[in-house]
């Protein structure tokens, strides 16, 4: 038998957010985000989410991946594209990318497609990662309609601050002023607008973390009642069983000493699973169906959890570090990270079952 821990992908759950997220957006179109191999969850997992508008992600790779698998509706590339010979795979595949450089224009202007490309000009609207400076908007835009290889193009800007009311407003006022007069489609929201800032959804949202069923403020009670479902379960096993005495400790550094007599439990799954390094004492951890907490610190391929309010069990006892009954957003919360990073970190030496 292998090493008991598993992560779990419930397909069910996936086809069952874009449901719920299709009815926060009824006038929307729906970007489903599946980089980064799908926050986790296998870029080959997603195929449940098939009744979304269109998939973005980043790399050109991924998205050949879907267009061999038969999907035809649209893929848009988060990133844009990296070498201009990226233009002919866009072209060849029907893929519509970003636009945020200079010389990515230059290079649309120089190819000779096949046929002209869907594109999203991303204006910075203060997060000043990518985009052009949105003064430059109106001229850009003319120029990209000019030219030969383009087709639609599509206004896109992104929310770096959708928590904070005055940052929304500015980019609610920003895209009312540069596309007044103008029949230009808009992309502005991710999970956070749709949620609490249903104004900037336009044309299409793009929507990552809801899918998954965590929460984009980092609070799993801030989506607590609209009914999503995790997607992804961490589970494991008990593999051994310690017993402590008063001031014995455990664990690496030995930070951690039993103030009474304890039983502890010693489950498969570590740092080197993609459980978070920096869990502190106290974590919630689902023994059997008993919330108890990490106790000591985590280790590579280890973590010790406190059995005193769970006298049955055992040696095999089932332990969900996530999923159902723990959330990702409370593990991650506590350990000074958000769900993202604990699903994108799922290590690739955890097996993965798919209920679909
Ligand atoms: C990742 C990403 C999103 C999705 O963000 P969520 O918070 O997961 O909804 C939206 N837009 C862009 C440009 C992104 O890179």
């Known amino acids: 038998m292998s090493r008991p821990i598993i992560a779990t992908i419930n397909q069910k759950s996936l086809k069952h957010n874009l449901s719920i997220v299709r009815s926060l957006v009824p006038k929307s179109k729906i970007w489903s985000v599946i980089k980064a191999n799908a926050y986790g969850h296998g870029i080959n997992n997603i195929w449940s989410l098939s009744d979304t ?5 980043l790399s050109i790779e991924e998205a050949i991946i879907l267009r061999e698998h038969g999907w035809d509706k649209p893929i848009l590339l988060l990133e844009g594209f990296f070498h201009l010979k990226d233009l002919y795979l866009i072209d060849r595949y029907h893929l519509t990318t970003v636009i945020h450089s ?7 202007e120089n190819v000779l497609l096949l046929n002209p490309i869907n594109i999203y000009l991303k204006v910075n609207s203060g997060m000043n990662r990518l985009g052009f400076n949105q003064k430059l908007f109106h001229t850009i835009r003319k120029k990209l309609i000019s030219l030969n290889n383009v087709h639609e193009t599509t206004l896109m800007m992104h929310c770096g601050d959708a928590d904070n009311q005055n940052t929304i407003i500015q980019s609610f006022r920003l895209t009312q002023r ?4 103008l029949n230009c489609p808009c992309s502005i929201s991710n999970s956070a607008c749709v949620l609490w800032h249903p104004e900037v959804n336009h044309d299409w949202v793009r929507v990552g973390i809801l899918l998954y069923g965590a929460s984009p403020s980092g609070n799993w009670l801030d989506i607590a009642n609209i ?8 589970s494991s096993k008990i593999i051994g069983i310690q017993h402590l005495k008063k001031g014995d400790s455990i664990g690496y550094g030995y930070n951690y000493q039993a103030k009474k007599s304890q039983r502890i439990g010693v489950v498969a799954c570590g740092y080197a699973d993609g459980y978070p390094r ?18 000591g610190v985590v280790s590579m391929d280890m973590i010790t959890v406190d059995l005193t309010d769970c006298p049955k069990a055992t040696i095999g006892s089932n332990v969900e570090l996530w999923g159902n009954t723990i959330k990702i957003d409370q593990v991650a919360q506590v350990s000074g990270t958000i769900g993202y990073e604990l699903m994108c970190s799922l290590a690739s030496r955890v097996p993965v079952n798919i209920i679909c």
């Open 53 to 57: 508008d269109g998939f973005a992600l």
């Open 102 to 108: 200079q010389w990515q224009i230059k290079a649309l």
């Open 178 to 181: 540069l596309i007044t007069g």
């Open 227 to 234: 009914n999503l479902k995790p997607v992804m379960t961490l």
């Open 278 to 295: 920096h869990a502190p004492t106290g974590t919630p951890v689902l023994v059997d169906d008993k919330i108890t907490q990490l106790v």
